[in-house]
Nanobody, 114 residues
Framework: QVQLVESGGGLVQAGGSLRLSCAAS????????MGWYRQAPGKQRELVAT???????NYADSVSGRFAISRDNAKNTVYLQMNSLEPEDTAVYYC????????WGQGTQVTVSS
């Protein structure tokens, strides 16, 4: 089992920044992919960004150039730096860990006011 604990969500004005963190614990394998998804009210959950243990990244087009994903393998922690936030970024953000199977965090609310 893997446990994911997220932090860093909150309320910010448009144009502002937030940094999300997600710490994984439990049965961690060295080969894994961690990332972030989000779900806005009335919409399906969507990919935001992922990063492999080797540092390869993948971003949704809607956040490319504004968000940056990174990780600290020694701490089993993934980060999402979100800049130039827009009201459309308002959603619950979920951390994910993928190795033998997928695990999800409990979600953290990000609200961007206009």
């Amino acid at each position: 089992q893997v446990q994911l604990v997220e932090s860093g969500g909150g309320l910010v004005q448009a144009g502002g920044s937030l940094r999300l963190s997600c710490a994984a614990s439990g049965r961690i394998f060295s080969v894994n992919i961690m990332g972030w998804y989000r779900q806005a009210p009335g919409k399906q959950r969507e990919l935001v960004a992922t990063i492999t243990n080797g540092g390869d990244t993948n971003y949704a087009d809607s956040v490319s150039g504004r968000f940056a994903i990174s990780r600290d393998n020694a701490k089993n922690t993934v980060y999402l730096q979100m800049n130039s936030l827009e009201p459309e970024d308002t959603a619950v953000y979920y951390c994910t860990y993928r190795s033998l199977r997928d695990y999800w965090g409990q979600g953290t609310q990000v609200t961007v006011s206009s």
